[in-house]
């Protein structure tokens, strides 16, 4: 540390002495306090997904015995007392609705998110089938989205008025595509006229590309709107200044120094993205016929299978929770000064 002999540099020395010496013991609270925050938060948005996703099947107008029966049918058939009444026994419909609701929340916490009435089957099995493509997907598109990001903010930001500005329409134009029509873009250019994938995606590499980039592009553009800005900020920095006065070339400045400083807004998007991504692949896994939560979903919405659809409602909010986390503790570790925030 270097002392001036001014009284403000002493004051701003003293500081910056007090900082480094701070107890471990006082940061060991604040990281505690942070994380215990950021835990009654997730709780908090758990608890609202799924008490959202049950007050949804209780809103449903008619007898929900009655739609179950008719759902497993396909038609609506009229049903004896004696039927409606077993129905009711197996989900538990004859208790008032304050006691499903507290039964609903004791089974998500044991695991359970219902029996499909449909397929006879517990909700967790049906999900747990198709989860490991789904997010096969997203993390694919988001790490897909991370590269497109950073090459283009990196080829175009900071270039010069023009150069900038073409990047920052292409950011803005990307981020605006629609999933559907983006798929079948590419499902008709690299598919069916090129042919360098398959038509419908199967659980290969190959198949996977098309459907990642679908969900990457638009995301790739949100993020580079995120980061451009703070990308051109960091170009003006002393630090920049100092970097190539040692000999740094401007790829190695950009990729080494500025991107480091300017990707904070984008690693927090893309908790964000999780969750959008996810719900991006429900449209996604329709277009190129690939399996996941997605089609599951489409498919329960189509038959009115209403647990398998609460069900993905409270999976993805638990994604996007945990997802969340993460990318907090991954923003504490890029910028140390959140500790005290």
Known sequence: MT????????????????????????????????????????VVVLWGAATVAFLAQVALPGDRATIIFNTRAGQPIERTAQELAAVNAQYGLQHPVLVQYLDY?????????????????????????????????????????????????????????????????????????????????????????????????????????????????PLAGFMGQATRTEFERALEQPFVVSARTRGSGDLGVRLRHVLRHSALPAVTLSGWALGATISGAVVVESVFTRRGIGSVLVGAVNSQDLPIVTGVVVLVAALYVVANLVVDLVHHLLDPRTETS
């Open 105 to 217: 929340l004791a089974g998500l916490l044991h695991g359970d998110l219902g029996r499909s009435y449909q397929q006879y089957r517990p909700v967790t099995q049906i999900l747990g089938e198709q989860i490991g493509l789904t997010i096969v997907l997203t993390l694919a598109a988001i790490a897909l989205a991370w590269v497109v990001m950073v090459v283009w903010v990196t080829l175009t930001a900071g270039r010069g008025p023009r150069t900038s500005a073409f990047g920052a329409a292409a950011d803005t134009v990307t981020a605006a595509l629609p999933h559907y029509w983006l798929g079948i873009l590419l499902l008709l250019l690299f598919a069916q006229r090129l042919g360098w994938f398959p038509v419908i995606s199967d659980g290969g590499p190959v198949g996977l590309v098309l459907p990642a980039l679908t969900l990457a592009v």
């Open 3 to 42: 002392l001036t002999s001014s009284p403000d540099g002493a004051a701003g020395a003293t500081l910056d002495a007090g900082l480094e010496q701070a107890p471990p013991s006082r940061r060991a609270r604040s990281v505690a306090r942070r994380v215990a925050g950021r835990l009654v938060g997730a």
